[in-house]
């Protein structure tokens, strides 16, 4: 049996109610610390549709405390002491959907992440969504819409959390710094970042994930960094990829510049990661120690357009070899473009 377990960042059915106030950090009760009475509960099933403070449930949920045994599988909690299953987990395609209300924009009102992959060796994958805001206050819901071969099944939710992203017209995010929150835990492992999310209300602001699978991003508190505060990691190969339509002035030279290193979290063996400007490309191969390090490099190219993709992904896929079959990959950071005289003299 495996277990499937999400922290969701946000930027049976769950919902809560919030007030806009919320900038940065945890759902009011978002760690789900604050539970049913004895006598809303059967087992570990939730009987009373509004028994879990600011929460409203429907359908069939379980609570569960950290250490409890489910069959023959034992739940950890990584933050805190509890969690909600919308039902049990199984080894299926499982899927999360989340959702805001009101929204303005009907064909992008909600969020569908596909977690039967884990990318994480404890357990425990934290996944982010980007919306925009209609009201002051809002309804966020979260909900299983997978049909379960055993009606028992389903992702188990631990922490739900909101941050207020700033999208700055001039700055395409270069060093990553804007992007989604993290939960302040030891055993962070990052944040998951949905395959194929459009730029308008990507989490990562001025990029554009648009590969098959998803990409991590992670933090200086909790891997090495090659500056600042934040990276990505790709952890999926050719599958993993980020790219952005970037302002360019036909005929003018330009250098794409950027860093690739490993991430300092045990994953040893070689790295390559491709990266585009138009039909100009570049690959840089990195071989990881697993301690963290770095290189540099760039892309020279013309500009034949008024405006031109750039898009990184990791040639080589890439497993942990501590038997957790856990993906891991490249990390990329301070991605610049600048605008040079002649390119013969870089």
């Known amino acids: 049996m495996k277990k499937v377990a999400v922290f969701v960042l946000l930027l049976v059915c769950t919902t809560s109610q919030i007030a806009s106030s919320v900038k940065y950090g945890l759902l009011p009760n978002g760690n789900l610390e604050q539970g049913p009475k004895a006598s809303e509960l059967k087992g570990t099933k939730v009987m009373s ?40 987990t199984c080894a299926q395609e499982e899927r999360l959907n989340v959702s805001v209300s009101p929204n303005n ?20 994958d934290s996944y982010a969504w980007a919306f925009q805001a209609d009201a002051h206050v809002i309804e ?21 959390a909101l941050k207020t992203l700033y999208y700055l017209k001039r700055t395409r995010n270069g060093n990553f710094e804007e992007g989604p929150y993290i939960f302040p ?4 492992e990052g944040v998951i970042l949905p395959p194929e999310i459009e730029d308008d209300h990507s989490p990562l602001p001025g990029w554009i994930i648009e590969s098959l ?5 992670i933090d200086s508190e909790h891997f090495s960094v090659p500056q600042g505060k934040w990276a990505i990691e790709l952890v999926a190969g050719k599958e993993s990829a980020v790219a952005q339509i970037v302002k360019t002035t036909i005929g003018r030279n330009y250098v794409l510049s950027f860093v690739v290193g490993d991430a300092n979290n045990g994953c040893e063996g070689p ?27 760039r892309l020279a190219f ?6 031109t993709r750039i898009m990184f992904y990791s040639t080589i896929y890439t497993i942990k070899s501590d038997n957790s079959g856990s993906l ?17 003299h870089l």
């Open 49 to 88: 549709g509004k028994s879990i403070p600011n929460w409203e449930i429907s359908g069939y949920v379980e609570y569960m405390k950290s250490g409890q045994k489910q069959d023959d599988m034992l739940l950890i909690v990584p933050q805190g002491a509890f969690a909600v299953s919308a039902s049990r």
């Open 105 to 124: 924009e009907q064909n992008d009102s909600s969020g569908l992440f596909p977690i039967q992959t884990m990318y994480s060796s404890n357990g425990w």
């Open 140 to 160: 966020i819901s979260i909900h299983n819409p997978s049909k379960e071969e055993d009606a028992i099944c389903g992702p188990i939710i631990g922490s739900i």
């Open 185 to 188: 835990i030891p055993t962070s």
């Open 213 to 217: 699978k998803a990409i991590k991003y």
């Open 271 to 297: 790295m390559m990661v491709e990266a585009f400007a138009g039909k100009n490309m570049v690959m840089v191969s990195y071989n990881s120690k697993g301690k963290g390090g770095f290189k540099a490099a």
């Open 302 to 307: 013309r500009a034949v357009s008024t405006r």
């Open 328 to 344: 891991f990959g490249p990390v990329l950071g301070d991605v610049q473009l600048l605008s040079v005289r002649k390119l013969h």
